[in-house]
């Protein structure tokens, strides 16, 4: 039996708003940062984290999990002695 599975890829990336902190820059004369900024900042954040988690091997483990829950579905539906499972 085979089993064509998609490309795995990330499909969002999520900034919890709650986790980011704005300091009042009317005590820091030196820093001046607009809320334009914190947008470009966020845009960054979210680009870095997706670099990152593919560089250390997000796509390979969401593979991986994903064929061991096909494997328990299909092993509880066909006998292994008769059937194995290849993915692609």
Do not use: C, W
């Not at 085979?2 to 004369?29: A, G, K, M, R, W």
């Amino acid at each position: 039996m085979f089993v064509e599975l998609p490309e795995t890829e990330i499909l969002s990336e999520e900034v919890f708003q709650d986790s980011l902190i704005i300091y009042d820059e009317s005590y820091s004369p030196f820093n001046t940062f607009t809320f334009s900024d914190m947008n470009l900042s966020v845009a960054d954040l979210k680009d870095t984290a997706k670099k990152d988690a593919v560089k250390n091997g997000l796509l390979d483990a969401a593979r991986e999990n994903a064929i061991t829950i096909l494997n328990s579905t299909v092993n509880s539906f066909y006998d292994t002695d008769e059937y194995t499972v290849e993915y692609h």
